[in-house]
């Protein structure tokens, strides 16, 4: 059973495409995040959810827009792609937002062309 | 602006020794840290945790020690087993906030 699934796990397009990530956790956690890995291996939080509310947002263009339909579950959605968007984009969750340790998913490879 | 360092991208050590790995953090504000590890195409996987008013932890093999005055963390390995050949990241947060280290691969030679 996998914990913290994401899909897909592979995503190649154009740039100016529109692209969707989905997330999903079945550890019964009550938060989750983005977090994108760049070509020098750092790895970096964007957003976090906790019951469905945004808590972290970190400085992401405006084109990155994250929901969550409900605590199980947190999507991105990337608008108007730019070649520096390539990365890997690791969904996680933790059991609360506060001193927890997170699971992460496999990542989804992006690729722009 | 790296608030948490690992300095060395890569280890190697003989199967049966012990592995160190570094991570330098420059928030004193941090008071949480943990270690993940992670194997190619998947995601991190979280080893072991410190809280800021311990300075060591252990989890069977593993051991992480922290020096708060120097700002340092390390994780012990103990004895290394092929296995354990993986990229391993340190993180440190206040709480809710979590930043990543860039990584160290290690690799035990069997």
């Known amino acids: 059973d996998t914990a913290v699934s994401q899909t897909p796990k592979y995503l190649v397009t154009q740039m100016g495409n529109d692209k969707s990530i989905k997330c999903e956790q079945n550890?019964?956690?009550?938060?989750m995040y983005w977090y994108k890995q760049d070509s020098k291996k750092f790895l970096k939080i964007m957003f976090s959810y906790n019951n469905k509310e945004l808590i972290i947002n970190e400085t992401v263009p405006n084109r990155f827009s994250p929901k969550s339909p409900d605590k199980a579950h947190l999507n991105l959605h990337i608008n108007s792609l730019e070649l520096g968007d390539s990365a890997v984009y690791f969904c996680?969750?933790?059991?609360?937002?506060?001193?927890?340790?997170?699971?992460f998913g496999d990542g989804t490879r992006l690729s722009i062309l | 602006d790296q608030q948490v360092k690992q300095n060395s991208p890569s280890l190697s050590v003989q199967e049966g020794r012990i592995s160190i790995l570094n991570c330098d953090y420059t928030n004193s504000m941090f008071d949480y840290f943990l270690w993940y590890k992670k194997y190619p195409a998947e995601g991190p996987t979280f080893l072991i945790s410190i809280s800021s008013i311990k300075d060591k932890n252990e989890d069977g093999r593993f051991t992480v020690f922290l020096n708060k005055s120097a700002k340092h963390l390390s994780l012990h390995i103990v004895p290394s087993q092929p296995g354990d050949s993986a990229v391993y990241f340190c993180?440190?947060?206040?709480?809710?906030?979590?930043?990543f280290g860039t990584g160290t691969s290690l690799t035990v030679i069997p």
């Open positions: 996680a969750s933790s059991q609360d937002s506060y001193y927890q340790p997170q699971h």
């Open positions: 993180a440190a947060s206040t709480g809710n906030q979590f930043y």
């Open positions: 550890l019964g956690h009550d938060t």
